[in-house]
């Protein structure tokens, strides 16, 4: 009932080796390795804003933590850092790519289900782990990091209910058989007969084989599953440094931390003796220990390490019969947990099946450059310019030298000062009073600072992207209108179009492995509450609707840039404004009209009709749930007598002087010819019929409305005519 039912279970001796290849593993690549989480640590410190740093050969310190004389001036910093990547994450995050499935064959109709089935999958995996706060992590290690690696796996647990499954208990008990000897058919008893397929008579030959028959039935209760997604970076991960995509990928590994309770708890049934340690020999620990506790030592925490390791990564060993034995052991791959330098559990397990690495075109090799890491130079040059003006400001007050003959200081200084004060003074021999005193000049803010924070501004939007126009900033020069504006932010977004493009390949990767895993999970048909534009709609996931093949996966948004709800307004007013029949007809449509409400931002606009749609729709779910009434005998007399076929009835009465016809008639029509109803028409051929008969019954009124308008019509053009005329 898990994607992973049983660990493997290796001796002591494969055990060691195993550890021998971890600890191959964690020296691969390792100064290389080491300096690359150094500059993203040291972007995670800029994004805290801890900006002035001390490098003491282990770990960044702040101007705080080593004590730095006036180490709250260090603190006064404007975060551009932060705010440009926030704007750039903010572009880039208004939307979860729509990841689309599509058939093997077009024509086959089970892999038309299977894809359709796939697809509502994925937006159900994207619910179920609040996919937009999963999105800005990923833009966030991005911006930090460089490189995302994405982990999907099915977790089972009781707070996602339970499942009863029927487990049937066997016994084996001895069996005769009795075969013909001259055609080999099995007949019914070991004694003398004649042969049904031959017609000959037999004596037929007789063994005894051991069957199974079932012994005892019971139900039995298992917690349910969800697929889950998690995102990781660096200081975190670790794959090889040379590899140019994740097909090449040897390895993968995973460090955290956990609490000393959790883990016991946790890998209990290991018979593993988990003890906290503190500061391990590991660069990377201590750099995830610096991002959290600083200075501080961290108490009853233990480093989990999980490796993925493809089966050809053994052969590191030297010892080429133990590297086969554990290829052996793990066909498809290991995943191991090592706490503590010693193997708490392991299972044969593909690095494909669950982790999606980014790749990034603009890089050479899997290990791209953080997007923030062009523009730290630019906030340290930020840094220097206000802590420089600062300064002068701060020293700008001028001071004075003074004769020490001039006044009485004893006497000045015990007098306090008040408006009009008259004080004695003593000029210099044969000088002014004036020249008894001297102030000395000090620096000043030169006038071109503003120009200079101008252009470092200007430098920070440009080495990353972040232009005003894409988060509603003023522009620079020009008339400023909406078209220019329009146009300069649509220039701004193309920029972070590579981004985008890294974003929705990696998220379309990820997610085509969640949905894989997720359908090899599932362990009967569920049911899914979903919102429509009016309303809540249920959402069917049927095992029957998976037997199919799926082609490929791709992104809806992988063209685009993901679009506010302001752009989207924006083009609906434009839209309207052409004017056209064609477009307004489609803008109008009553499926659209939550949509527009929503967009001019009033979701608590009456919209005329949804009432009456609201009102047929709670009648579908009726009818979905029946069959068409049969005629009664009296109605089928009175068809007989009028020379008419009997006609069914839905088992939803329409209501004449209540119903606006048109309306239900269109709401029966767009479910019918819906997903939903094509599913319906498939599966339940009676319920079907039963929506089609009560929409006709709609028709049937509103026709009989129309003919009476038309009846009344010509009588009263005669009376508006003596009207005129009187």
């Not at 260090?74 to 599509?102: Q, T």
């Not at 030298?401 to 021999?429: H, M, N, Q, S, Y």
């Not at 499926?591 to 409400?597: K, M, P, R, S, V």
């Amino acid at each position: 009932m898990s994607d992973r039912d049983q660990p493997i279970k290796l001796s002591d001796d494969l055990k060691t080796s195993l550890i021998k290849v971890c600890d191959e593993i964690d020296k691969e690549d390792e100064d290389a390795y080491n300096e690359l989480i150094r500059v993203c640590v040291e972007l995670e410190q800029f994004w805290k804003g801890n900006q002035y740093l001390f490098w003491d050969g282990t770990t960044y310190r702040t101007a705080r933590q080593t004590n730095e004389p006036d180490y709250d001036e260090f603190e006064r910093i404007v975060n551009i850092y932060k705010a440009h990547g926030e704007s750039v994450i903010a572009a880039l995050a208004m939307e979860v790519p729509n990841v689309v499935f599509y058939p093997a064959d077009a024509d086959s109709p089970d892999d038309i289900s299977t894809a359709e089935t796939y697809t509502k999958l994925s937006r159900i995996v994207a619910q179920e782990n609040r996919a937009p706060l999963v999105l800005v992590r990923a833009l966030s290690i991005l911006f930090n990091g460089g490189l995302i690696a994405g982990y999907n796996y099915h977790e089972r647990s009781e707070k996602y209910g339970f499942i009863e499954v029927e487990e049937t208990e066997y016994e084996k008990v001895p069996s005769v058989i009795a075969l013909c000897p001259n055609c080999s058919a099995q007949l019914q008893s070991p004694d003398p007969q004649n042969c049904p397929e031959c017609g000959q008579p037999v004596q037929p030959n007789v063994t005894q084989e051991m069957i199974e028959r079932p012994l005892r039935s019971e139900m039995k209760q298992y917690p349910k599953g969800k697929e889950k997604l998690r995102v990781w970076g660096p200081p975190f991960i670790k794959v090889p440094m040379y590899v140019n995509n994740q097909d090449e990928a040897g390895y993968v590994r995973l460090s955290y931390e956990l609490t000393i309770g959790l883990a016991r708890s946790r890998y209990t049934e290991s018979g593993v003796e988990i003890k906290a340690v503190s500061n391990p020999d590991d660069f990377a620990y201590d750099q995830r220990m610096s991002l959290l506790y600083g200075f501080s030592e961290p108490r009853n925490l233990v480093t989990v390490k999980m490796y993925w390791i493809r089966p050809y990564y053994f052969h590191v060993l030297d010892d080429s019969d133990v590297a086969k034995q554990l290829v052996k052991k793990f066909p498809n791959g290991c995943f191991a947990t090592v706490i503590n330098q010693k193997v708490v559990e392991c299972f044969d397990e593909s690095i494909d099946q669950h982790w999606t690495l980014s790749e990034n075109p603009l890089y050479s090799y899997i290990w791209a450059d953080p997007l923030g890491k062009c523009l730290k130079p630019v906030q340290d040059k930020r840094n220097e310019e206000d802590r420089l003006v600062t300064e002068t400001l701060r020293h700008g007050i001028p001071f004075t030298l003074a004769d020490a003959e001039a006044l009485d200081w004893d006497k000045f200084r015990k007098t306090t000062v008040r408006p009009g004060d008259i004080f004695p003074a003593k000029a210099p021999f044969g000088k002014s009073l004036q020249d008894g005193f001297h102030t000395v000049k000090t620096a000043t803010v030169p006038q071109e600072i503003t120009q200079i924070a101008g252009r470092t501004d200007e430098a920070g939007q440009f080495v990353v992207g972040s232009f005003p126009s894409i988060y509603g900033g003023p522009s620079e020069g020009g008339s400023r209108t909406y078209a220019e504006y329009a146009m300069s932010r649509n220039q701004a977004l193309q920029r972070l179009s590579i981004h985008w493009k890294v974003i929705v390949d990696f998220w379309t990767r990820m997610m085509e492995k969640a949905v894989t895993s997720r359908v090899s999970n599932l362990d009967e048909d569920e049911q899914y509450v979903d919102k429509a534009s009016d309303g809540f709609v249920n959402i069917f996931i049927r095992k029957a609707n998976l037997t199919g093949k799926i082609g490929h996966v791709v992104s809806e948004s992988s063209e685009r840039l993901p679009l506010s709800w302001l752009q989207k307004k924006d083009q609906l007013m434009e839209l309207l404004n052409l004017g056209l029949p064609e477009i307004n007809q489609v803008i109008f449509h009553p499926e659209n009209a939550n949509l527009i409400a929503q967009l001019f931002g009033f979701p608590e606009l009456y919209i005329p009709g949804s009432d009456q749609r609201l009102k047929q729709l709670a009648e579908i779910k009726e009818l979905v749930a029946a069959e068409p009434m049969q005629p009664s005998q009296e109605e089928i007399q009175m068809a007989m007598q009028q020379g008419q076929a009997p006609q069914m009835r839905s088992t939803v009465p329409v209501e004449p002087d209540i119903d606006d016809h048109g309306v239900h008639s269109f709401t029966c029509g767009a479910y019918l010819v819906g997903q939903a109803g094509l599913l319906l028409q498939k599966e339940n051929p009676g319920a079907y019929q039963n929506i089609v008969l009560h929409k006709q019954e709609h028709d049937m009124i509103l026709q009989q409305q129309m003919m009476q308008q038309q009846q009344q019509q010509p009588q009263q053009q005669p009376e508006e005519q003596e009207n005129a005329q009187a």
